[in-house]
């Protein structure tokens, strides 16, 4: 349903996919998988432009935008944060895997015991 608005085209499409799969392929692995960080994304995506009502003429601007914050990610925190596996850097989800007490994190800590 695209509200009196016409789909777009199959190749404007593809341009608006590739940026989104990067910004919620690094939400997910770097919110200790949570689906949930993910559809809040994609929800307030889909709300603020329903909100809005943005024409069509700033669909590009917003693409435009959507890419530079995908690169952005990509050259701050680096491609190795879009694959699946534990975070690469304490920043991102610090102490996973290990136990925090009041002296500090507990390294080896298994979750699972």
Request: glycine share 10%; charged share 20%; hydrophobic share 45%.
């Given at each position: 349903m695209h509200f009196g608005r016409s789909?777009?085209?199959p190749l404007d499409l593809l341009?608006?996919?590739?940026?989104?799969?990067i910004l919620y392929t690094w939400v997910y692995n770097n919110?200790?998988?949570?689906?949930?960080?993910?559809?809040?994304?994609?929800?307030?995506?889909?709300?603020s432009g329903e909100l809005l009502g943005l024409a069509e003429e700033v669909r590009p601007i917003r693409l435009g935008l959507e890419i530079a914050l995908a690169l952005a990610v990509i050259a701050w925190w680096g491609p190795a944060t879009l694959r699946r596996g534990e975070p690469?850097?304490?920043?991102?989800?610090?102490?996973?895997g290990s136990r925090v007490t009041e002296r500090g994190?507990?390294?080896?800590?298994?979750?699972q015991g």
């Amino acid at each position: 349903m695209h509200f009196g608005r016409s789909a777009p085209a199959p190749l404007d499409l593809l341009y608006g996919i590739l940026p989104s799969a990067i910004l919620y392929t690094w939400v997910y692995n770097n919110t200790r998988r949570s689906v949930l960080a993910v559809v809040i994304l994609h929800l307030m995506q889909n709300f603020s432009g329903e909100l809005l009502g943005l024409a069509e003429e700033v669909r590009p601007i917003r693409l435009g935008l959507e890419i530079a914050l995908a690169l952005a990610v990509i050259a701050w925190w680096g491609p190795a944060t879009l694959r699946r596996g534990e975070p690469i850097d304490d920043r991102l989800a610090p102490h996973v895997g290990s136990r925090v007490t009041e002296r500090g994190p507990v390294e080896g800590f298994d979750r699972q015991g």
